[in-house]
């Protein structure tokens, strides 16, 4: 969840928010800000390859500007039925832009995204080049 911007925005629009980071300064910082607006975010300190997330237990999952291929199938399945998914992050065209990040373990290939959630009713989806190079994408699970 990274210093908490997006969980705090969507506690702040009223859901009931959990984030996960493996930093727990990152978690501390997000829930402490929550906390000044006088709203709460749950927070989770864990590294998701040890501890994965929950099974069908979220209506929404946000994965910002962060890739961790072995944790799609996670993402997946920690949607409850008809629960959505939004996914924002780098792809290989980012390099062009001579910005980071630049590590092929970092960035999407052209599509891949929108594989990933294959089966999903793609909701929202597209590949923009500027100003930074990212794969955007909303889809919801069939299950």
Known sequence: MGHGRHAVALARAGFRTVGVD??????REA???????GIRVGGWCADLTQYPLPRGRFDLVVVSRY?????????????A???EV???????????LGRPPTSADH??????LQARFDGFELRFY???????????LVARSRS
């Open 22 to 27: 493996l930093r727990w300064d990152a978690v």
């Open 126 to 136: 597209e590949e923009v080049s500027a100003p930074d190079a990212v794969a955007r």
């Open 86 to 96: 939004i996914y924002e992050t780098f792809t290989t065209n980012q390099r062009a």
């Open 67 to 79: 890739l961790q291929r072995d944790l799609f199938p996670d993402l997946r399945e920690a949607l």
């Open 81 to 83: 039925p008809a629960g």
């Open 107 to 112: 960035l999407l290939e052209p599509g891949e």
């Open 31 to 37: 829930m402490t800000a929550a906390e000044r607006e």
